[in-house]
């Protein structure tokens, strides 16, 4: 089964796909095929939304969006596995990676689906007037992929209770609650550290100083648009 047959597999028939996880078959490559394929996904909505400043700035948006998604998940992988383990999870570590890769590749999906939205934006807009619309449409549909990628993951790890005095399934489950919210905070604060992806009127600039945070970004930005 190549990559793309993979990925539309997880598109089309998720409880299939989720149960070969369960019972750890073909791991490597479902892992291997959600990489190849959540990488130009992601790339590829990168390069759309980089394309609202300049060519430079789509290929280096086109580079750091994916870089963002994966470098998180490694971040956070670590804890989830280990707190599952502590609290009875038999699940390998393979198994806990193919789970949450599998929740980045529907994030990039969905990011998929709205990058001809997000390009009649980047063609009908101003560059210099709309900068604070256009990077707040953006934050809008990265939060609203970021919550289905999310609840995709809850749905897909929540542990089942296999008896009446299973005491650990809540909790994992609060295990796994906390894990995400820590997932987006991650997330979002690496963003604010690779930023710009947008690019802000003026010269290109690959990275920006460290200074602030994603919230104060956002919150500027809804003062300068209104």
């Not at 190849?36 to 300049?54: K, M, N, Q, R």
């Not at 969006?65 to 707190?83: G, S, W």
């Not at 604010?192 to 994603?214: D, V």
Request: hydrophobic share 50%; charged share 10%; proline share 4%.
């Amino acid at each position: 089964m190549n990559a793309v047959a993979i990925f539309i597999a997880l598109l089309k028939d998720r409880q299939t796909f989720l149960q070969e996880i369960h019972e750890g078959k073909r791991l490597s490559v479902k892992i291997s095929a959600l990489l190849i394929c959540s990488f130009c996904s992601f790339a590829t909505y990168g390069a759309i939304v980089g394309s609202f400043h300049s060519p430079l700035q789509a290929l280096s948006s086109g580079l750091k969006l994916p870089t963002l998604y994966l470098i998180t998940l490694l971040v956070c992988l670590p804890a989830l596995y280990v707190f599952n383990a502590l609290f009875g999870s038999r699940q390998t570590i393979a198994q806990h990676f193919t789970y949450v890769l599998s929740a980045a590749a529907v994030i990039a999906l969905l990011l998929v689906g709205f990058a001809p939205i997000t390009l009649f934006f980047v063609i009908t807009i101003s560059p210099v007037q709309d900068y604070s619309f256009y990077l707040l449409l953006n934050v809008v549909i990265f939060a609203m992929t970021g919550m289905f990628g999310v609840s995709f993951l809850y749905q897909a790890m929540r542990p089942v209770a296999q008896s009446e005095t299973d005491t650990n399934v809540q909790l994992r489950s609060t295990v796994l609650r906390f894990w995400l919210g820590l997932y987006g905070f991650v997330g979002s604060q690496l963003g604010w550290t690779l930023r710009p992806f947008f690019g802000s009127p003026g010269a290109f600039e690959l990275f920006r100083p460290r200074e602030g945070n994603f919230w104060t970004g956002v919150l500027d930005a809804i003062a300068n648009l209104m």
